[in-house]
């Protein structure tokens, strides 16, 4: 079996060993979305001499160079057939393209490994969607309470004795403040944005939402679009039955 990187380098037959692992990304309802696959390369270049040696090493890091994987349409491990394993990447099916997480190392430097050989290793990634998954990965909403409702009271100061108290009003208005924040994957999440509680006392009908700048990775996709909400209510007294919105299902 060879090692294959895209259309611009082909490893010899066995002088790569690939091992992999999978890391299984969840959203914040600990749902699976998506899967980030590893490969850590590991190899031996063998030449004739130190000069060829020092040419190789050259050009493998040439080929691994982190911008020069990033515009590989594929990469993996194929049988001397030319049919491709299970150790296979189409980067056009990704979400990340492939990307470089450890640059050419070599972690060995005795003995030839100066001369005619060379021990090296690279790591790489790429991020696959689980089809079927939610797009929404994450939501949270607070709510939270400010003023009981009781009566109010002032103080009166006077010339030569302790200030003087009266209740000024029998009964106050209380505030409740209804925030969260909901993030999709590749678009903003607005069907996840809960309605206000009490839309007839809100104070901002006209500025509850707010949105943050998504992430960009290496192939021009845009991840991670949080949309906020802040309503702002002023009401008679405090409900007790009131909850935060739960996670959507």
Do not use: C
Not at 193 to 198: E, G, M, T
Not at 218 to 232: E, K, L, P, S, V
């Amino acid at each position: 079996m060879y090692f294959k990187l895209g259309t611009i380098h082909t490893h010899p037959t066995g002088e790569v060993l690939v091992t992999h692992t999978r890391e299984v990304l969840r959203d914040s309802a600990d749902r699976a979305y998506a899967t980030v696959e590893k490969w850590k390369l590991k190899g031996e270049i063998i030449s004739t001499s130190s000069t060829a040696l020092a040419t190789a090493i050259s050009v493998l890091e040439s080929k691994y160079n982190p911008l020069v994987v990033a515009a590989q349409p594929y990469a993996g491990l194929f049988y001397d057939s030319g049919t491709a394993s299970h150790l296979y990447w189409n980067a056009t099916q990704s979400i990340t393209g492939i990307k470089v997480t450890e640059g050419i190392n070599f972690p060995q430097g005795g003995g030839v490994q100066h001369l005619t050989s060379r021990m090296y290793e690279v790591g790489l990634e790429a991020t696959f969607d689980i089809a079927g998954s939610s797009k929404l990965v994450d939501y949270s909403e607070r709510i939270e309470w400010k003023g009981n409702g009781k009566h109010r009271i002032a103080a009166i100061e006077t010339r030569n004795t302790d200030p003087q108290f009266q209740t000024v009003s029998q009964r106050t208005p209380v505030i409740l403040t209804q925030t969260g924040h909901a993030t999709g994957r590749f678009d903003y999440p607005y069907n996840a944005v809960p309605p206000p509680f009490f839309p007839d006392y809100l104070q901002n009908p006209d500025d509850a939402l707010g949105f943050d700048q998504p992430k960009r990775n290496q192939r021009g996709f845009y991840t991670d679009h949080t949309i906020r909400w802040t309503y702002n209510f002023i009401l008679p007294r405090r409900f007790l039955n009131i909850r935060p919105h739960f996670y959507p299902g």
